[in-house]
T-cell receptor
């Protein structure tokens, strides 16, 4: 059973506009959430994270929002750039250690110049 | 090397064949993880080493899967009698013992196709 879900397999956005990637989870024990970015033929790389004690975390053009009551998080990219085109994975964990990390299925973002 | 290195990059196996996938973690990284990523899915945890000790193998899907890290550096994931459902990208990741989850570095993976 998929504990972390990304229901949009793909998203296309014009350069300069906002990209919003969504993620839902089912396990209320998850207390830490991460977004990874993956280019073709490369492994995922960490992008941004958020603890369950916060509802927002911002890093430059990237902001992650967490709604615990809805078990929903989203990644906002503003402004979107062509180099942002990649697959984005949402991940969640409870406790520590990457053996407790659960990934979503990914959303392929295409930023159109 | 500068990053996590995995070999081979691609592997085609006939059903029933044994395969071995190699991971060279970043030098000095104590923790090493294997993940399996099926087509259209996110990575799923397989097993975890701290140095040479395999601390968690709860994600290994069957006893055909075996992983080792005998000297605490290079790791090998072995799949015996491969089946078509084993077709996936196998990702290795490593981190320092004190490194947080954000400091988990992934290799580019081995794409296994079982015919």
């Amino acid at each position: 059973d998929q504990q972390v879900k990304q229901n949009s397999p793909s998203l296309s956005v014009q350069e300069g506009r906002i990209s919003i990637l969504n993620c839902d989870y089912t396990n209320s024990m998850f207390d830490y959430f991460l977004w990874y970015k993956k280019y073709p033929a490369e492994g995922p790389t960490f992008l941004i994270s958020i603890s369950s004690i916060k509802d927002k975390n911002e890093d430059g053009r990237f902001t992650v929002f967490l709604n615990k009551s809805a078990k929903h998080l989203s990644l906002h990219i503003v402004p979107s750039q062509p180099g942002d085109s990649a697959v984005y994975f949402c991940a969640a964990m409870s406790g520590t250690g990457a053996n407790n990390l659960f990934f979503g299925t990914g959303t392929r973002l295409t930023v159109i110049p | 090397g500068a990053g996590v290195s995995q070999s081979p990059r691609y592997k085609v196996a006939k059903r029933g064949q044994d395969v071995a996938l190699r991971c060279d973690p970043i030098s000095g990284h104590v923790s090493l993880f294997w993940y399996q990523q099926a087509l259209g899915q996110g990575p799923e945890f397989l097993t975890y080493f701290q140095n040479e000790a395999q601390l968690d193998k709860s994600g290994l899907p069957s006893d055909r899967f075996f992983a080792e890290r005998p000297e605490g550096s290079v790791s090998t994931l072995k799949i015996q009698r491969t089946q078509q459902e084993d077709s996936a990208v196998y990702l290795c990741a490593s981190s320092l013992a004190s490194g947080g989850i954000e400091k988990l570095f992934f290799g580019s993976g081995t794409q296994l196709s079982v015919l």
